[in-house]
């Protein structure tokens, strides 16, 4: 009977693991741990134990052999040395049978070699303790024998690091970037020495990170939408349409000020995807900005500063499905919530700790309000005020500027607005319709396989059954809550190529039709265009190329660890603040950074509160603070970033250098990030509500602004 017992506890454990998408071995080691006698297991252990904690484990010690990983335990002072204990091997759950504190794991080691961490999360002493080991195996050309290292945590964060303060230190972005793949690509290959390895691991940077860099779909999607996107932009500059556009937008834009509130409402008004909005406002304003001497440090600002911000928190982006994925997923393992709430309810509670973005968007409306700028931005604007050089001209920057040249309408070429707008509103239409046409498939799809019953698959009947996919039960479901869902589950990708290639045809069309160019001559504009997107598509390309060294290195989760811990609740958010914003920075994908922290971030800071004794709604607030934290400081470290791909094509739209919008944006966005961590804090600790808490930090903006901005209109020392 109590064998039994055990075997129905133990199934109990396997099951809802499985349940949680959780990879659960079904090996021997497993199928051992069931047939265990209840006499040779530990002290009775309860189910929510044994589902979080590496049962009465508190330390272990890997050796690699031909065959199998063979792992020695330290047991807790109850144990018999016989137990059942979870261990997770390249992220996966694995239940492995302890006999005498040793347990075995099966694997097939390659000639090519591989990464193998094991962690474990033991409570030792009522303290909870991660320990992490990273080994490098190699079967060697001995078909008997292997080689294994040891390497060091620590060495996780090497790639974005070397690349970061060679592309900070050297300005040349490109080499920077490679040598950081490099770094990577040595380490995981075992951190090798001898002359053939080390030239292998030189080709590994080419035939595996930069080639699969560029054969993943997502990726491939972003590469050919730029390029669409500097091909539309050739075209309607050669046909005189961009033209068009800056003479008609020229009476709203009278000058400097107006003109970068200009850019900054057109950044406002396309919220529903950062990619889109930084290609489409950067390209758009670029001329406009040009008249008024505007830098383009100072557009790459602007066009940084209202895409991922907005697309954050707006209610219908291409971001909100992610985003609800991955709260929904954390909130019902939360142990002791009651009532647990929906996942859109939760995000709209968190907007009003999203300190971050909202402080970011008003901040650039402060800086265009006061004229004023500090730092490497007032020397770049008190550049182009004065000397009318928009860009800090060098000579490795001729040759790209020979290209812009040939971008100027052809002779003769009317200005004529509509040549522009029309191509750059059927990427903005064609997007949101790309979007609705992929929801609403999406949609479809999964009310099929929920069983609910529809008499056609037209969008309205569609639209009329979408309720039924709310995560929330028997919430009452809006008209805000169903686009959110609609676009959520949209392929966003799909919708970018599609409007890309429309707005690239009605171009096309628009310039031969009123005999502009000849169609040879147009085609030809539109291939410069493309020529002109290479060098940012570069640098976007080996930064995919080093985010991959990183994840394979488990960076973000050295991160984690590093910085984690039992916390006083009030200070979860600053703690998740740095700890997102130094993933970000290090991987350079904001997406990455919610994905990595999300499930971690949200039931550590529950069980964080719990311990500390607080009630469910003394909690709520920090959670939904951390929740936004985790969004908003992704966004910080995304902006501060060099190897951030919304950074980099920030600086491709607006024909900015690369290094030059990183440090002239830093400045800021470090000032933005430290008042958002001191205004989250007084939101947690003294519960102050939303217009007070803005008002706080709005002040603190502009009163540091008018103490140490300058105003760049009047020429004055630098």
Known sequence: MKQFA????????VWSNANAQDSVRTDSALVDSLG??????????????LALDTLSLSAVDVAATLNHLQLTGTAAETNTGNYVALVKINGTKEFLTFRNNVATWNYTPSYKGGLYQIQIESQVSDKKEKQTQLLHIKKTTNETTIQATNLPLWGAVLPPLVAIVFALIFKEVLLALFLGILTGVWFINGMPLTPYDLMKTLFNVLDTYILHALTEPSHLSVIIFSI??????????????????????????????STQFVAWLLGIAIF?????????????????????????????????????????????????????????????????????????????????YAFYSFFTIIFMLLIIGTGRDFGAMYRAEH?????????????????????????????????????????VAVVVGGTLLGLL??????????????????????????????????????????????LGILVGNADSYSSLLWASLSAVVVALFLTVVQRIQKMNA????????????????????????????????????????????SLNPYIMPIVIFFLAGAVAFSTGSSWSTMA???????????????????????????????????????????????????????????????????????????????????????????????????????????????????????????
């Open 36 to 49: 265990l006698a209840a006499d040779s297991l530990p002290v009775q252990p309860t189910i929510a134990q």
């Open 437 to 482: 046409d992929t929801g609403m498939t999406a949609c479809y799809n999964q009310l099929i396989a929920k069983g609910v019953t529809m008499a056609d698959n037209s969008w309205g009947t569609i639209w009329a059954s979408i309720q039924s996919l709310e995560l929330e039960p028997n919430a009452e479901v809006g008209t805000v809550r169903k």
């Open 228 to 257: 669409m996107i500097g091909g539309v932009v050739a075209i309607i500059s050669r046909n005189g349409g961009m033209a068009g556009i800056v003479e008609k937008l020229a009476p709203l834009a009278r000058g400097a000020k």
């Open 6 to 13: 055990w075997f129905i506890l133990c199934w109990l454990v």
């Open 522 to 565: 147009a085609l030809e504009t539109m291939v410069l265009g493309f020529k002109t997107m290479l060098p940012a598509l570069l640098i976007l390309v080996l930064a995919w190329a080093l985010a991959a060294t990183t994840k394979e290195l488990y960076t973000a989760e050295y991160l984690t660890s590093s910085l984690g811990g």
């Open 596 to 718: 990595i922290l999300y499930p971690i971030a949200i039931p550590m800071t529950w069980a964080v509160c719990q311990e500390y004794g607080l009630s469910q709604a003394d909690s709520m607030p920090i959670l939904y603070n951390v929740i936004a934290t985790v969004l908003s400081a992704s966004v910080f470290g995304d902006h501060c970033s060099p190897i951030s791909d919304t950074t980099i094509l920030s600086s491709l739209a607006s024909n900015c250098r690369h290094l030059d919008h990183v440090n002239t944006q830093m400045p800021y966005a470090l000032l933005v990030g430290v008042v958002s961590i001191v205004v989250g804090y007084i939101a947690t600790a003294f519960g102050t509500p939303f217009i007070l808490n803005f008002g706080i930090g709005v002040a603190i903006l502009w009163g540091f602004l008018m103490l140490m901005g300058k105003k760049v209109d009047t020429p004055t020392s630098a």
């Open 383 to 423: 550049r182009a005020r004065t000397t009318g050089r928009v860009f800090d001209v060098q000579e490795t920057d001729e040759s790209q500027h020979v290209d812009l040249k040939e971008l100027e309408p052809v002779a003769g070429a009317p200005h004529r607005w509509w040549n522009g707008f029309l191509p």
């Open 272 to 352: 529903f995807d950062d990619y889109a909005n930084s290609l489409i406002v950067g390209n758009t304003m670029r001329p406009l900005c040009d008249r008024y001497n505007i830098s383009r440090e100072k557009l790459a600002y602007v066009v940084d500063s209202t895409s991922a911000p907005v697309a954050a928190i707006a209610f219908i982006t291409t971001w909100i499905g992610a985003e609800l994925g991955y709260i929904s997923d954390a909130l019902p393992a939360l142990e002791g919530m009651q009532n647990v709430p929906g996942a859109y309810s939760v995000f709209l509670s968190s907007l009003s």
